[in-house]
Nanobody
Framework: EVQLVESGGGVVQPGSSVKLSCKAS????????MSWVRQAPGKEVEWVSG????????YYSTFAKGRSIISRDNAKNTLSLELKSLTTDDTAMYYC?????????RGQGTQVTVSS
């Protein structure tokens, strides 16, 4: 059974950074492209960033490029996302997801709320 468990969210101040983590199990993580997607209240799911299975192909959405770092540790079956210079627009539930587009499967999410 595919399991993705996200962590690292919380309430953070504008301008700060957050590092999200995802622990994967139940599938061959080291051969699976992965992504982060997010969903703000009342809005559709939005792709944030993707990384290929080997971790050498990194992809970012326009809003994330330049202030985000996606990474993975295949030995530990973990996926990470660091998002910097947060604004209130970054408030959302963040999901770890399978595939470069993040549409194959996803976890339960971790909430990031940016508020002063």
């Amino acid at each position: 059974e595919v399991q993705l468990v996200e962590s690292g969210g919380g309430v953070v101040q504008p301008g700060s950074s957050v590092k999200l983590s995802c622990k994967a199990s139940g599938f061959d993580f080291s051969n699976q492209d992965m992504s982060w997607v997010r969903q703000a209240p009342g809005k559709e799911v939005e792709w944030v960033s993707g990384i290929n299975a080997r971790g050498v192909g990194l992809y970012y959405s326009t809003f994330a490029k330049g202030r985000s770092i996606i990474s993975r540790d295949n030995a530990k079956n973990t996926l990470s996302l660091e998002l910097k210079s947060l604004t209130t627009d970054d408030t959302a539930m963040y999901y770890c997801a399978g595939g470069l587009s993040g549409t194959l499967f996803r976890g339960q999410g971790t909430q990031v709320t940016v508020s002063s």
